[in-house]
């Protein structure tokens, strides 16, 4: 059976070259075929623009029962976007890879490699994606030649949490939503960019899984934790890596050998510390990373350094003229 899955419905082929062109055309109409034929009335493709190396398709999908279905391999690799928000419990499986039973998390962002077939599975849904079929060789070129697929890095790929990526993605789909002067030259260089970013993502993904959290998992959290401002709470943390508090405490002690709590607690200090080194007042940092008083942020940053936010910014003060005489 062919997939119920939101990534069948959006496609856009991105970053190949002429050569590659007639095959993920075929690909892509071969696709569309069978969307037409599951979802008559539950798909629509709200904007396409075709390209030298891109053709790209914005679709709307919605489902009123649960999905679960198989998406077959293409010579291509699949990337995907989903603009809206994935279904928190949507998890894929890659067939004749992993058991029956294997499941992982599926992300707002995902990519499957070029010849294999993943199961998904979710509840209803109602989104809005972008989907981006890339020449192998296009991805492969950015890569070493030992490079290969492993297990680790085929479960790391069902949930990129990379923000680059993300903003890029986005930005094509606003050029196809709402083109503007030179439009086509555009979207053809943040689809070079897409796949520059894609190969920097995959060459930095381990060949072995590493204890505790997945490295996506682990992205996430310092993805939050780079935001300035108020503290997220253990919940906010569990909920963005989809675990439990228990597991997600115990995997990244397990990853870092240390806690949770100590890591979010230094982040903020590095972001106190940054902020103080700005003209900014203290009462405006306070404010910014989520204290309710500036004595409660005074009273932290004390605690943590030993010594108040107003010292820490002469001392910072008296370095910077130092500096610069000395230059």
Known sequence: MLARSSWLFVRACVGFATDYRHNILTVKEELVSAVEHIWSGSTTVEKELCLAKATVQLVYLRSVEPIDGVLPETPAHRLELCLTRRPPDAEGSYLDLWRHDQFESI?????????????????????????????????????????AWTDSRLQDCLHIADTRICQLLRRLAEEVYHPGFASEAMAELITEQVIIEL???????????????????????????????????????????RLSARHLTRGFRAARGYSLGRHIAERQLDHAKRLLATEQSI??????????????????????????????????RRRLIGALHLN
């Not at 509840?123 to 296009?138: F, K, V």
């Not at 009462?283 to 409660?296: E, N, W, Y």
């Open 283 to 316: 009462k405006v940092i306070a404010r910014a990373l989520g204290f309710a008083s500036t004595s409660s942020f005074c009273y932290a940053f004390r605690r943590a350094t030993d010594e108040t936010p107003r010292q820490f910014q002469e001392r910072e």
């Open 107 to 147: 992300g707002d962002l995902y990519m499957v490699p070029a010849g294999t077939a993943l199961r998904g599975r979710s509840s209803a849904l109602q989104i809005t994606s972008i989907s981006c079929l890339l020449a192998p060789d296009s991805l492969n070129a950015l890569l070493d030649e030992r490079w």
């Open 199 to 241: 190969g920097r993502y995959c060459a930095g993904l381990t060949e072995a899984p590493q204890k505790g959290l997945a490295p996506w998992r682990l992205r996430v959290i310092e993805d939050r934790l780079a935001e300035v401002r108020d503290v997220p709470t253990l919940a906010e943390l569990a909920s963005l890596c």
